[in-house]
């Protein structure tokens, strides 16, 4: 059975770090896309970043240069880390597995607030 | 980056009814390459369809999309209670970034 557990979010100050957690259980994470999505409080779901299988990242314009993507296969994990923090970054943060979110977690809060 | 446009924004039907829901790309979606998903309150979005028209598992029959190119549109034949929550399209692929529809709330009528 597939499951995705992210973990990892809370309250930061703006300009502040963050490092999410996806942990995934019923499949490899380097054999299939990865993705993160977020959704802010009463808003719809914005892409933030993908990882292929091959490894390469692709990233939204709203968080490139500031986020980083990345995955520990001897733990099947992905995280998220997230730099240089703004309020409007504040959101349940999702992961999923394939780049079209066969499998999602249940979302971790991010909050960035002063 | 492609921008999708989904409407009506807000959709009040009664259970039984019948529901069609419209996304509308600003270019044409590589591959057909076109997710829906269904969302409810305080939930993550569940997959309902993919690659347009290919049914996730275990989603019912009810449920269906069609459309090519620009002009996508996801069905639900006969709406039952459970059906009434939020729906995104998302545009994946090689066209990024990735984007979504700002979605369709179904609501009880």
């Known amino acids: 059975e597939v499951q995705l557990v992210e973990s990892g979010g809370g309250l930061v100050q703006p300009g502040g770090s963050l490092r999410l957690s996806c942990a995934a259980s019923?499949?490899?994470?380097?054999?299939?896309?990865m993705i993160w999505v977020r959704q802010a409080p009463g808003r719809g779901l914005e892409w933030v970043s993908l990882?292929?299988?091959?490894?390469?990242?692709k990233y939204a314009d709203s968080v490139k240069g500031r986020f980083t993507i990345s995955r520990d296969i001897s733990k099947n994990t992905v995280f998220l880390q997230m730099n240089s923090l703004r309020p409007e970054d504040t959101a349940v943060y999702f992961c999923?597995?394939?780049?079209?979110?066969?499998?999602w977690g249940q979302g971790t809060l991010v909050t960035v607030s002063s | 980056e492609i921008v999708l446009t989904q409407s009506p924004g807000t959709l009040s039907l009664s259970p039984g009814e019948r529901a069609t829901l419209s996304c509308r790309a600003s270019q044409r979606v590589t591959g057909n390459y076109l997710a829906w998903y269904q969302q409810k309150p305080g939930q993550a979005p569940r997959l309902l369809i993919f690659d347009a028209s290919r049914r996730a598992t275990d989603i019912p029959d009810r449920f269906s999309g069609s459309g090519s190119g620009t002009d996508f549109t996801l069905t639900i034949s006969r709406l039952e209670p459970e059906d009434f929550a939020a729906y995104y399209c998302q545009q994946y692929g090689s066209s990024l970034p990735n984007t979504f529809g700002q979605g369709t709330n179904l609501e009880f009528k």
């Open positions: 999923a597995k394939d780049d079209y979110g066969a499998y």
């Open positions: 019923g499949f490899t994470v380097s054999s299939d896309y």
């Open positions: 990882i292929y299988s091959d490894g390469n990242t």
